[in-house]
């Protein structure tokens, strides 16, 4: 059974920094383009930054310079570096392949605030 557990969410001011980790069971993230999601409070979920096989990244506009994405093949582990918080990036962040392959995770909080 493939499970995915999102962490690495809290509360930070504008313009700091948190690391999110997702960790993978039951599937190897190296046979899969994966990517990082975020559902902001009342809005949609959103598709924010992907990471195929090889390596190459993709950004939103909304993210792009500011996040970070990478991951850890061996350790079946993929990782969010947020930079220059914004209140506009509180959200529940998850991840999953780029084509939301499986099913989703709870999710981590990252509340932007001061």
């Known amino acids: 059974q493939v499970q995915l557990v999102e962490s690495g969410g809290g509360l930070v001011q504008p313009g700091g920094s948190l690391t999110l980790s997702c960790k993978l069971s039951?599937?190897?993230?190296?046979?899969?383009?994966m990517a990082w999601y975020r559902r902001p409070p009342g809005k949609e979920r959103e598709l924010i930054a992907h990471?195929?096989?090889?390596?190459?990244?993709n950004y939103a506009d909304s993210v792009k310079d500011r996040f970070t994405i990478s991951k850890n093949d061996a350790e079946n582990m993929l990782y969010l570096q947020l930079d220059s918080l914004k209140p506009e990036d509180t959200a529940v962040y998850y991840c999953?392949?780029?084509?939301?392959?499986?099913?989703w995770g709870q999710g981590t909080q990252v509340t932007v605030s001061s």
């Open positions: 999953n392949t780029l084509s939301a392959r499986w099913t």
């Open positions: 039951g599937a190897r993230f190296s046979f899969y383009a």
């Open positions: 990471i195929i096989s090889g390596g190459s990244t």
